[in-house]
Structure formats: C-alpha cells, structure tokens
C-alpha cells in the first residue's frame, strides 16, 4: 500500500465484509432456530431477526 490511507480502506473494507458475513450467519442461526422452537409467538420472534438481521446485511453490503 501506498500510504496510511490506502491501508486504512483496506481495513475498512475488510471489517464490513466480515460484518456482513456475521450477519449472514446470524440469519442463518435464527432460521435454524425457528424451525425448531414449537410455538407460534416464539417462530415470529426468530423470523423477525432473520429479517433485522438479513437488512443490516443489505445495509452494510450497500458500503462494500
């Protein structure tokens, strides 16, 4: 890298990557989870994270 600027895109860019891969993997964990949990209320509650969790993805992805 040319100088501290470049390094520190770099290290920006490469922490909403890994953002964005965290949060991916949270949806992914909710999902998981609401297919498994037996009421109603308690599914809601896990698919409402896949979707917060599933917009903050899109979110930081729209930085990348």
């Known amino acids: ?8 895109e770099a290290l920006e860019k490469a922490g909403l990557v890994i953002g964005a891969k965290y949060m991916q993997y ?3 964990k909710y999902v ?3 297919e498994r949990v037996p009421s109603v209320d ?4 896990c698919y409402n994270k896949v979707l917060l969790y599933s917009g903050l993805k ?7």
């Open 1 to 8: 890298m040319k100088n501290k600027g470049d390094f520190w």
């Open 26 to 28: 949270l949806s992914n």
């Open 32 to 34: 998981a989870k609401a």
């Open 42 to 45: 308690e599914k809601k509650h």
């Open 58 to 64: 899109a979110v930081v992805e729209s930085f990348i």
